[in-house]
């Protein structure tokens, strides 16, 4: 039976990208894949907006985001982690695992983090103390956005890194690596890039590779120094998922093609769609309008219905999978993610079979109504 994957990852793959996958190995040490790293490496610079180095990883997003504390930084080092939610949250552990001494800021689940903060902070650090910022563009957990470019600009002329947790951001939110000089940036294969998960995206600015000279974090396989050698050569430190690389080229075409205004304008339609049916239905949303994720929408339960419930029924009666609530939102709100090889039409099959939902579990909707304020969205805007 055909399944609707609207989670906010992995996100469902276009057929011409999983035909990609299916082509015959190759030697990794070889011309023909030295050839599609090569390229494959272009075509995510051209989506990072950087000429700065981009390594991939054998990993997921997480693996990433190790690899972006284990890189750049050491035990000791001081970091200030903005946290709007669960993701902001794992960052941060990450670095108090690896012995960073860590300042967080937690901001209620569902608002951004400010920018002031960064600034007042770094600002009264005249010795240089932090060595790092650690943001999430966009909070998976809450459908929050943060504005990237005013946290960058807050720094000022402190010397602390901006390290960006961009894992269901890149390729779906505007994100300028180098105007906006975002030092390192994170993202993973299966959210905006629309290919099966298994390799995670690190760019590093020439500042980074500067501390990276002076980090004592403990590292081997997730030495970016080793990768960006063996780069060089055309190659990956260690064996890489090749049908991930054929499938990326595939789907790095698809950017090429659209451009990347395109996408980043599709995306923003394809939440207001979905906000505007889901409000229509009475629904309550995590994320305020200013704040709110091009990516995924996360929306609270009615009063006294299980999100679980919710996310079961829309799974067995209708095959449409929704994400759950995480942490603290957990069996209180749902997650739709609309990032990647999604269009208009199939937020609507979202909202009809929501709607379905809701009435079968008691939630006074009337049938129609939030199909119809996502319909005019799109019917507002031909
Ligand atoms: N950060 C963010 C913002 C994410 O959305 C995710 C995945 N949901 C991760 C990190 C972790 O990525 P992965 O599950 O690929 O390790």
Not at 171 to 181: F, L
Request: proline letters at 5%; glycine letters at 8%; aromatic letters at 8%.
């Amino acid at each position: 039976e055909k399944e609707y994957l609207m989670l906010p990852g992995p996100t469902p793959v276009p057929p011409r990208v999983l035909r990609a996958m299916s082509e015959p190995l190759v030697n990794h040490r070889g011309p023909s894949f030295k050839k599609l790293i090569e390229e494959v490496t272009e075509g995510i610079q051209y989506v990072y907006q950087t000429k700065n180095d981009v390594l991939t990883l054998p990993s997921s997003g997480t693996g990433g985001l190790e690899a972006a504390i284990v890189n750049f930084l050491s035990p000791g080092d001081k970091v200030l982690a903005l946290s709007i939610g669960a993701f902001g949250e794992r960052f941060a552990t990450i670095a108090r695992n690896y012995g960073c001494i860590v300042e967080q800021i937690d901001y209620e689940w569902g608002t951004a983090a400010n920018p002031d903060d960064v600034r007042t902070r770094l600002s009264a650090d005249t010795k240089g103390e932090y060595k790092a910022v650690l943001v999430t563009h966009n909070e998976t957990s809450t459908g929050v956005a943060n504005d990237l470019k005013a946290i960058s600009e807050a720094r000022g002329n402190h010397p602390a890194l901006l390290l960006v947790d961009s894992v269901s951001g890149l390729g779906v939110m505007d994100a300028k690596t180098d105007d906006w000089q975002l030092d390192v940036v994170v993202t993973a294969a299966q959210k905006g890039f629309m290919i099966p998960p298994g390799v995670a995206f690190v760019s590093v600015s020439p500042r980074a590779w500067k501390a990276y000279e002076s980090s004592k974090a403990p590292k081997f396989y997730w030495d970016l120094g080793t990768a960006k050698k063996y780069l060089e050569k055309g190659q990956t430190s260690w064996t890489p998922p090749i049908p991930q690389y054929t499938a990326l080229k595939e789907a790095l075409k698809i950017f090429r093609d659209k451009g990347m205004d395109y996408i980043f304008t599709k995306q923003l339609y394809l939440r207001d769609i979905t906000r505007a049916g889901v409000k229509a239905m009475g629904l309550k949303l995590v994320a305020a309008d200013e704040v709110a994720s091009a990516a995924v929408t996360a929306v609270w339960a009615p009063e006294g219905i299980e999100g679980k419930l919710i996310n079961k029924k829309m799974r067995e009666e209708y095959n449409v999978v929704v994400a759950g609530g995480q942490k603290k939102m957990e069996n209180k709100a749902f997650r739709i993610g609309h990032l990647g090889y999604v269009q208009h039409v199939d937020m609507l099959v979202v909202i009809a079979a929501l709607e379905m939902c809701l009435l079968d579990l008691g939630y006074p909707v009337e049938l129609g109504k939030g199909v119809k304020a996502a319909q005019e969205v799109i019917m507002s805007r031909k």
